[in-house]
T-cell receptor, first 115, second 111 residues
Framework: DTGVSQDPRHKITKRGQNVTFRCDPISEHNRLYWYRQTLGQGPEFLTYFQNEAQLEKSRLLSDRFSAERPKGSFSTLEIQRTEQGDSAMYLC?????????????FGSGTRLTVV | TQLLEQSPQFLSIQEGENLTVYCNSSSVFSSLQWYRQEPGEGPVLLVTVVTGGEVKKLKRLTFQFGDARKDSSLHITAAQPGDTGLYLCAVFVTSGSRLTFGEGTQLTVNP
C-alpha cells in the first residue's frame, strides 16, 4: 500500500470556477477525513466518512462545498463557485475505527490557489 | 477560543540546543496525539499518549501527558535541522469522533 494519495497536488483556478479533488485512502481504513489548512495554521476540520456514510460536516462549511465517498473507497471534494478565501491546502486522511483512537495517515494535500 | 493552545507559536534555535513546546487545554481528554508536518506535506503521527503522567520517548523526542490529562509537552534534545517543521497536537473531543488540532508550533533549527 502506498499510503494516502491525493490528486492533483496543485490547482490554480479562476474565481467562480468549480474544482474537484480526489483522495484515495489506505484500503484497509474505513474512515476518511477532509481538512483545510492555511499557511502556518493547524488543520481545520471539514467533513468525514465512515465507509460511504458522511458522519459529520463542519458548520463552517458553506453549501458550495460537497464531498462524496461512493462505495466507501475513494472520496472527492468539490468546491463550486470558488472564492479567493478558498485558497488553502486541502488535506485528506484515513484511519481505522476511531473508537480506539487510532492515528491518522495523511496524504500530501492539494494546494488550491484561487486567482 | 481554541480548544488546544500551543506555545510558543514560533521557535527558532541553533542546532544542538534543547527545546520544549506545549499543548494546553481546560478540557480533559482520553488521549492526545502529536504530529509533525514538513513544508508541502501532510502531518505525520509521532505518538499517542493515553495515561495521565505518561512519558514516551522517540529517539531524541520526549512526550509527556499531564497528570490531569489536560495538557502535554514535547521536549527535543540536541535539536537537528531535520527536526524543522510544524508540530501539532490533536485530540478526539468525543470518543469515536474526529481529531481537533491545535494551531501548531513552527520550529526552525538552524545549522
Amino acid at each position: 500500500d502506498t499510503g494516502v494519495s491525493q490528486d492533483p497536488r496543485h490547482k490554480i483556478t479562476k474565481r467562480g470556477q468549480n474544482v474537484t479533488f480526489r483522495c484515495d485512502p489506505i484500503s484497509e481504513h474505513n474512515r476518511l477525513y477532509w481538512y483545510r489548512q492555511t499557511l502556518g495554521q493547524g488543520p481545520e476540520f471539514l467533513t468525514y466518512f465512515q465507509n460511504e456514510a458522511q458522519l459529520e460536516k463542519s458548520r463552517l462549511l458553506s453549501d458550495r462545498f460537497s464531498a462524496e465517498r461512493p462505495k466507501g473507497s475513494f472520496s472527492t471534494l468539490e468546491i463550486q463557485r470558488t472564492e479567493q478565501g478558498d485558497s488553502a491546502m486541502y488535506l485528506c486522511a484515513s484511519s481505522l475505527d476511531a473508537t480506539r483512537g487510532y492515528g491518522y495517515t495523511f496524504g500530501s494535500g492539494t494546494r488550491l490557489t484561487v486567482v | 477560543t481554541q480548544l488546544l493552545e500551543q506555545s510558543p507559536q514560533f521557535l527558532s534555535i541553533q542546532e544542538g540546543e534543547n527545546l520544549t513546546v506545549y499543548c494546553n487545554s481546560s478540557s480533559v481528554f482520553s488521549s492526545l496525539q502529536w504530529y509533525r508536518q514538513e513544508p508541502g506535506e501532510g502531518p505525520v503521527l509521532l505518538v499517542t499518549v493515553v495515561t495521565g503522567g505518561e512519558v514516551k520517548k522517540l529517539k531524541r523526542l520526549t512526550f509527556q501527558f499531564g497528570d490531569a490529562r489536560k495538557d502535554s509537552s514535547l521536549h527535543i534534545t540536541a535539536a537537528q535541522p531535520g527536526d524543522t517543521g510544524l508540530y501539532l497536537c490533536a485530540v478526539f473531543v468525543t470518543s469515536g469522533s474526529r481529531l481537533t488540532f491545535g494551531e501548531g508550533t513552527q520550529l526552525t533549527v538552524n545549522p
